[in-house]
């Protein structure tokens, strides 16, 4: 499947602001049964960013706006092709990383009873994504979509807490427990595309978890299902603070507002 995606993100303030530093991760990555046909990066006031690669493998664009300004606007356009064969050789050495606990994605006593409750063999792969499978049912079904109730900053127990939340607070649960049962998993920002629909409000969040022999499988638990060729990787880490596809801060008093704009169709 080829697929284009036009990603808007709109800051307006209340007043004039002094300086906006940002990095943003919008560019598709490349493997792991995807791979990008095109990016181009439109920012607002004739910046120009500047390019990385982080310590997880993302790209990053970052800029430095110094003059007065009330708005700012980035607008990514990518091609991508998905539904590709995996990579042969992951080349993953790192994976234990992925073990690793700390906030927002924490190792408390909600976290071990949801994991207990998938009892899983480690040194068979099967028994591992049968347990993570399992996993992303129970995370859809007792706990409620609700876009009201969370926010960026919220962790696991306030998920555990409300029984509610969005793609990035399910992406958390789900590498939480992973973590407990001994898997390494980790975050990915992207997109899910929807035949049909026009325009979507956001980005989309799933967690991956290291399977032994097979790489890295994605688990989607807002739909449930395993990721397909309608989910889109711009960016993976230990979590939405890894990941996030933008991310900065403003010098000044005013107070500022962000719109995000996403349309994904297929082509070809």
């Known amino acids: 499947m080829k697929l284009e995606i036009l990603h808007s993100t709109r800051y307006r303030y209340s007043g004039p602001i002094a300086e906006t530093v940002m990095e943003v991760r919008l560019q598709p990555m490349d493997g792991n049964g995807q791979r990008r046909v095109d990016f181009r990066l439109e920012l607002s006031h004739g910046l120009k960013a500047r390019t990385y690669v982080d310590g997880f493998g993302n790209h990053v664009h970052y800029f430095n706006l110094v003059r007065p300004h009330s ?12 539904g590709l064969e995996p990579d042969v050789d992951p080349g993953e050495e790192l994976v234990h990383d992925f073990l690793r606990f700390r906030s927002p994605v924490k190792e408390v006593e909600g976290v071990r ?11 068979s792969p099967e028994s591992v994504e049968q347990a993570l499978d399992e996993l992303t049912l129970t995370i859809s079904r007792e706990f409620t979509y609700d876009r009201t109730v969370t926010n960026v900053y919220s ?3 306030d998920v ?19 973590r ?57 880490g230990r979590d939405y603070t ?13 107070t500022g507002t962000m719109s995000i704009s996403v349309k994904t169709h297929s082509v070809g």
């Open 71 to 82: 708005g700012l606007s980035i607008i990514s356009r990518s091609t991508v092709e998905t």
């Open 113 to 123: 009873e949801l994991a207990s409750r998938h009892a899983v063999d480690l040194a």
């Open 155 to 157: 962790s696991v127990d």
């Open 160 to 178: 555990l807490a409300l029984r509610a939340g969005v793609c990035q607070d399910f992406a958390h649960l789900f590498i939480a427990a992973a």
């Open 180 to 236: 407990a049962m001994g898997v390494p998993a980790r975050y990915v920002s992207g997109y899910i595309h929807f035949p049909g629909e026009k325009i979507g409000t956001a980005s989309h969040a799933w967690a991956e978890a290291w399977v032994a022999g097979r790489g890295w499988i994605g688990f989607d638990a807002t739909h449930p299902v395993r990721t397909t060729a309608h989910h889109v990787r711009l960016a993976v």
């Open 242 to 254: 890894d990941a996030a596809p933008t991310r900065g801060v403003y010098v000044g008093s005013a």
